[in-house]
């Protein structure tokens, strides 16, 4: 799985458009280019569309969404499912307020998705419209584990049914589920919710990989989640060996992703299929 993924990546760089946030938006363009891939972030709603049209894939998410944008993500995905581009979505902080909420279900309302990711906070609040009080930072109650890994792996394919799309729910483990494919990624490390920007950049090597990949979303999105894990692994075993904090461990999640490669992805990966 991993060696086609990748060739696909290889011999098809995407050039992944993003309507983002502007709290990660260089460290995702960054992730998107240490992946081998090109990111362009755009988000005026005049233009959206000419950079959908030359683009490979389109990455929504709204971690600082406000009207302006959200219209403007609305005219990027139709364009997107238009042009049969897939379109990821990462639901940053939905459930924390009304203009979230309503703003997420008008995209999903109006667009197709290929993916949605979001941790378990976002993933429940989308589809239970619980209250996420945790803000962009996942609840302690709502934490993927083992003790609730059965219980949690149904309740992803439930919303996968109900979007009809792949989820990918991240935490301790991370789910990926299109309904009836599920699988359990146990790579990563506790220092990446220590920082902000994992999640936005696993929503942009989510899109980079489907976005070279775009017949085999699952398996795109599965290859991401593992990278972007492994990736934390190994940005932690560094900063441990040189007794350094949060802010190399950034660096070298980065530096990371651009050194990875067939062979340590084969060897590190914790993939169970279910
Ligand atoms: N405690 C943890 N242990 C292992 N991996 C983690 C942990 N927390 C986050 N991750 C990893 O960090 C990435 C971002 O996930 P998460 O922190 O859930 O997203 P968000 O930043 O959107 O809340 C994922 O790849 C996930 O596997
Ligand atoms: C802190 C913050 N506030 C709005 S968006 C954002 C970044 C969230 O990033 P991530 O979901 O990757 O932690
Ligand atoms: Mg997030």
Do not use: W
């Given at each position: ?197 994992t999640g936005c950049m696993a929503g942009s090597l989510v899109a980079t990989y489907c976005g070279s990949n775009k017949n085999e979303i699952f398996d795109a999105t599965v290859m991401a989640i593992t990278v972007m894990g492994l990736s934390g692994e190994k940005a932690y075993r560094k900063i441990v060996e040189k007794s350094e904090g949060t802010g190399s461990f950034r660096t070298y999640l980065i530096d990371a992703v651009s050194l990875m490669d067939f062979k340590a992805l084969k060897e590190g990966a914790k993939i169970e299929s279910r």
């Open positions: 799985m991993f060696e086609k993924i990748l060739k696909n990546l290889k011999s098809n760089p995407p050039l992944v458009h993003n309507i983002t946030n502007y709290v990660t938006v260089n460290d995702c363009a960054n992730v998107i280019l240490a992946a081998g891939a090109s990111p362009l972030m755009a988000d005026d709603i005049n233009e959206v569309e000419d950079i959908v049209s030359i683009s490979n894939v389109l990455y929504i998410n709204v971690g600082t969404l406000n009207a302006r944008t959200v219209e403007a993500m609305v005219k990027a995905g139709k364009k997107a499912n238009e042009l049969d581009l897939p379109v990821i979505l990462d639901p940053v902080g939905v459930g924390a307020s009304k203009l979230r909420n309503e703003s997420v279900e008008k995209l999903i309302n109006e667009i197709d998705f290929s993916v949605i990711k979001g941790n378990m906070s976002e993933i429940k609040a989308l589809y239970t419209n619980a209250k996420n009080t945790g803000g962009v930072d996942v609840q302690e109650d709502d934490l993927i584990n083992d003790e609730n890994i059965e219980e949690s792996i149904n309740f992803i394919k439930k919303v996968s049914g109900k979007f009809n799309c792949t989820i990918a729910a991240t935490g301790v483990i991370d789910i990926v589920t299109d309904s009836e494919r599920v699988s359990l990624i146990r790579n990563g490390n506790d220092m990446m919710s220590k920082i902000t920007g």
